[in-house]
């Protein structure tokens, strides 16, 4: 809904930040426009997610609007500004999960993942989630700052009712590209963590998913053989990204309609760009940090991921 934030994460990947949006992103009434067309198509299930999709003065507009039209929606936040109003707002919608991201068990340590970010309003998003009976999910990025606490995390977002816990390795994008070297872990601590989730996912059995399969952005590539996915993925200014892996755009909803860009999505999959782009990805995980840096993927005539 936009790339503006209230926060500036180290390990974002949209490259957000207060202050950042696309510059011309949709307004209201584009927004409202794309939605009504979700709507006649059909479409099951909308993730309305940013930057922070909180701060768009029309976000409870566009989640209203399609949860009338029977939508099922998901909704990611970091919870800066999500409390029991906006809680009780969304219970009214068909809602399938409010993904809140909790990186941090201490302040000290959320913090300096979260610059600016405080845990306990986070935590106080959750608890409104799970007065209102939101279906919770906590995200939680591995980093050298937090690994210490993901057990802590984990044990967290259990005690605040979550349905899942989800994770996996730390995705080389945005601005978490920017600042590799001191965010990724070594193979060893990976190797740690994976056992963690190992071990928590049979402990809380039952009580609350703990979800890192596949880990990897590669694992995920692996698995789908570059299929196209069932998905449409709207950028906030209108223009349709062909995947978020790669920085390719395919069609631009201020000129198409939706169902024209779905074709053009399903066009751009035949694109041989498109299967060479995941596999330099799978030979080379570093290209990924040039992933948004987008440009048609029609007219663009450099190499890929070049
Ligand atoms: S990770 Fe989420 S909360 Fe943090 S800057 Fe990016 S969009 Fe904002």
């Given at each position: 809904?936009?790339?503006?934030?209230?926060?500036?994460?180290?390990?974002?990947?949209?490259?957000?930040?207060?202050?950042?949006?696309?510059?011309?992103?949709?307004?209201?009434?584009?927004?409202?426009?794309?939605?009504?067309?979700?709507?006649?198509?059909?479409?099951?299930?909308?993730?309305l997610?940013?930057?922070?999709?909180?701060?768009?003065?029309?976000?409870?507009?566009?989640?209203?609007?399609?949860?009338?039209?029977?939508?099922?929606l998901?909704?990611?936040?970091?919870?800066?500004?999500?409390?029991?109003?906006?809680?009780?707002?969304?219970?009214?919608?068909?809602?399938?999960?409010?993904?809140?991201?909790?990186d941090?068990?201490?302040?000290?340590?959320?913090?300096?993942?979260?610059?600016?970010?405080v845990?306990?309003?986070?935590?106080?998003?959750?608890?409104?989630?799970?007065?209102?009976?939101?279906?919770?999910?906590?995200?939680?990025?591995?980093?050298?700052?937090?690994?210490?606490?993901?057990?802590?995390?984990?044990?967290?977002?259990?005690?605040?009712?979550?349905?899942?816990?989800?994770?996996?390795?730390?995705?080389?994008?945005?601005?978490?590209?920017?600042?590799?070297?001191?965010?990724?872990?070594?193979?060893?601590e990976?190797?740690k963590?994976?056992?963690?989730?190992?071990?928590?996912?049979?402990?809380?059995?039952?009580?609350?998913?703990?979800?890192?399969?596949?880990?990897?952005?590669?694992?995920?590539?692996k698995?789908?053989?570059?299929?196209?996915?069932?998905?449409?993925?709207i950028l906030?200014?209108?223009?349709?990204?062909?995947?978020?892996?790669?920085?390719?755009?395919?069609?631009?909803?201020?000129?198409?309609?939706?169902?024209?860009?779905?074709?053009?999505?399903?066009?751009?999959?035949?694109?041989?760009?498109?299967?060479?782009?995941?596999?330099?990805?799978?030979?080379?995980?570093?290209?990924?940090a040039?992933?948004?840096?987008?440009?048609?993927?029609?007219?663009?005539?450099?190499?890929?991921?070049?």
């Open positions: 809904m936009t790339r503006d934030c209230n926060l500036a994460c180290l390990h974002c990947c949209t490259d957000s930040a207060p202050h950042k949006p696309f510059p011309n992103e949709l307004n209201r009434e584009e927004a409202l426009s794309i939605a009504s067309q979700i709507i006649q198509a059909q479409v099951p299930y909308v993730l997610a940013g930057g922070e999709p909180l701060t768009v003065p029309h976000f409870f507009e566009i989640a209203e609007a399609l949860g009338r039209g029977r939508v099922y998901k909704v990611e936040t970091n919870g800066q500004i999500f409390g029991e109003n906006e809680a009780e707002r969304l219970s009214r919608l068909p809602i399938r999960s409010l993904q809140i991201s909790i941090g068990a201490s302040q000290a340590v959320y913090s300096k993942m979260r610059p600016g970010g845990l306990d309003k986070t935590i106080f998003a959750c608890r409104a989630a799970q007065k209102f009976n939101l279906p919770l999910e906590i995200t939680f990025a591995p980093t050298q700052i937090n690994i210490s606490e993901a057990s802590n995390v984990i044990d967290l977002a259990a005690d605040l009712g979550a349905f899942r816990f989800n994770s996996g390795s730390l995705m080389r994008i945005g601005t978490a590209a920017k600042l590799w070297e001191r965010l990724n872990l070594s193979s060893a990976y190797e963590f994976y056992n963690l989730l190992e071990r928590k996912e049979k402990e809380l059995k039952g009580k609350m998913e703990v979800a890192f399969r596949p880990f990897s952005i590669e694992e995920d590539l698995s789908k053989k570059s299929a196209m996915p069932a998905t449409i993925l906030p200014d209108g223009r349709v990204r062909v995947s978020g892996f790669l920085p390719y755009t395919c069609a631009d909803l201020r000129k198409e309609t939706l169902i024209q860009a779905w074709k053009e999505c399903q066009k751009a999959y035949q694109n041989p760009k498109i299967s060479t782009g995941f596999d330099e990805i799978l030979k080379d995980a570093s290209v990924l040039l992933a948004n840096q987008l440009r048609s993927l029609e007219t663009s005539d450099l190499p890929v991921m070049v």
